[in-house]
Nanobody, 121 residues
């Protein structure tokens, strides 16, 4: 049974950095597109970044130049490096795996449980 587990969230000051991890079991992430999504209180879940099976990447405009998605296929893990964090980045962050790199929720078949990121002084 496929399972995705996020980790690395926490409290960070504005301008700080965090690295989120998405570790998979029961599914080979190297054969899937993987996306990172986030959901702030009272808002819809939105796509932040995704990476294709051959390492092409796409980003939400507001995180370009600040966030970097990458994968380590040897340990079946995808990362989201987040730098220059802002208060508006505060949300629960989810990773997802599917057939297509997309900012659309419907493109993904497997989801993690989420990890909280809070950016505050």
């Amino acid at each position: 049974q496929a399972q995705l587990v996020e980790s690395g969230g926490g409290l960070v000051q504005p301008g700080g950095s965090l690295r989120l991890s998405c570790a998979a079991s029961g599914i080979g992430l190297d054969y899937h597109a993987v996306g990172w999504f986030r959901q702030a209180p009272g808002r819809e879940r939105e796509g932040v970044a995704c990476v294709t099976s051959n390492d092409n990447t796409h980003y939400k405009e507001s995180v370009k130049g600040r966030f970097t998605i990458s994968r380590d296929n040897s340990i079946n893990t995808v990362y989201l490096q987040m730098d220059s964090l802002r208060a508006e980045d505060t949300a629960v962050y989810y990773c997802a795996a599917g057939e297509q790199c997309s900012m659309w929720i419907q493109s993904y078949d497997y989801w993690g449980q989420g990890t909280q990121v809070t950016v505050s002084s």
